[in-house]
């Protein structure tokens, strides 16, 4: 039966009632958020739940549309057709709700931790957080950094006041190459919507990966191995579809509230991003463009914690001048500064600060 709301009745309350009715035991309900960090005023005219709140305001912010010229795997890529970070997170979230409108989820919450998952990312990929994390004395991660964007950063430092449940499932998304579905839940989102991000952020980016690296040529069909094949199938749309099924499948009937994979998928999905570690992200051709990008980044962050912050106004340059009040204060602002950037600003302001232009005589 269709959902037609009642006028005179707060559509707000009917879609939180709604939410009681349909969604799974397992899915986390507008109605019971742990709230915000700064609570809010609600406006009496606003028809979203929080959840939808919190989605609206990644969409809109700033740090989101920039990740439309940050690097997924090719730096700076001149193809129209390579993943950029911005695509990534818009493929995690289609695979994300894909998910959870099977287990009857809360789409809205893990459509909002999947668009912000990624905000704390770097210019140049991987390689630019993991010169970051050698520079910054406190480290850097960018899933703490995609926190820190949500909380302090945005809004020129208001931040975007997002919800306890999609802050959590942003800080907790990460894996690395620990294991897909860890056995122990320490560490996991609290929501099963974040646990879901979490398993369609890998889903994304070993397919798409693979088939940007297809396209560039740096592997092709016959390197992938045949018994990866066997379990997922061949081409990029049948092995989304076999591993969002297994999922889907295995999870429901499962029915404990955890997401569930066979282990013939599991074992398959980890050999393929081995497989990718090994052929993509470590092959020469790509390392060596990973290699540029930290060599700027080392650079610019130097230079920055030496002389103050560089900016472009238009067509002008703007420097700050070195005015914070302690060494941990210009690390903090030198790190939020280049962890913002776009692959394309850093490149701009590193040819301003380093490269030499002709000189004209007039």
């Known amino acids: 039966m269709a959902f037609v709301p ?8 009917q879609l939180e009632d709604r ?6 035991p397992y899915a986390a309900r507008s109605s019971t958020s742990k709230g915000r960090r700064v609570t809010e005023t609600e406006d009496i005219c606003d028809i979203r739940l929080s959840y939808q709140r919190d989605r609206d305001r990644i969409i809109h912010s700033k740090t989101f549309r920039r990740l439309k010229h940050k690097t997924q795997v090719f730096l700076a890529p001149a193809g129209d057709h390579y993943r950029t970070r911005l695509t990534h997170v818009l493929e995690v979230s289609q695979i994300a709700r894909t998910v959870s409108a099977a287990l009857c989820l809360n789409e809205p919450l893990t459509e909002a931790i999947a668009l912000g998952h990624d905000l704390g990312h770097t210019p140049f990929g991987h390689a630019g957080e993991a010169t970051l994390n050698e520079l910054h004395p406190g480290g850097f991660r960018h899933y703490l950094h995609s926190l820190r964007v949500v909380d302090v950063l945005e809004r020129n430092g208001r931040g975007l006041n997002l919800t306890w449940e999609v802050r959590n499932g942003i800080v907790r998304h990460s894996k690395g190459r620990d294991d897909i579905i860890p056995r122990s839940r320490k560490g996991l989102a609290v929501t099963l919507e974040g646990q879901v991000v979490r398993l369609a952020d890998i889903i994304a980016y070993v397919n798409h990966d693979l088939d940007d690296a297809l396209r560039a040529g740096i592997i092709n069909d016959r390197d992938i191995p045949e018994d990866i094949e066997e379990i997922v199938g061949r081409g990029h749309s049948r092995r989304i579809g076999s591993m969002v099924r297994d999922i889907i499948v295995e999870t429901l009937t499962a029915d404990d509230g955890g997401l569930h994979i066979s282990e013939p998928m599991l074992d398959a999905i980890t050999s393929l991003r081995s497989f990718l570690y090994d052929n993509v992200y470590r092959n020469p051709l790509v390392h060596q463009e990973f290699e540029k990008g930290q060599r700027i980044i080392r650079e610019l962050y130097g230079y920055f914690l030496k002389n103050g912050l560089v900016r472009r106004r238009g067509d002008d340059w703007q420097a ?12 903090r602002a030198v790190c939020d500064y280049i962890a913002g950037m776009t692959d394309n600003y850093a490149l701009a302001v590193y040819e301003h600060l380093f490269m030499p232009r002709p000189w004209t005589v007039r």
């Open 19 to 24: 939410e009681g009715r349909i969604l799974s």
């Open 6 to 13: 009642v006028i005179g009745i707060s559509i707000k309350k």
């Open 320 to 331: 700050d001048g070195r005015n914070w009040p302690d060494e941990k204060s210009a690390h």
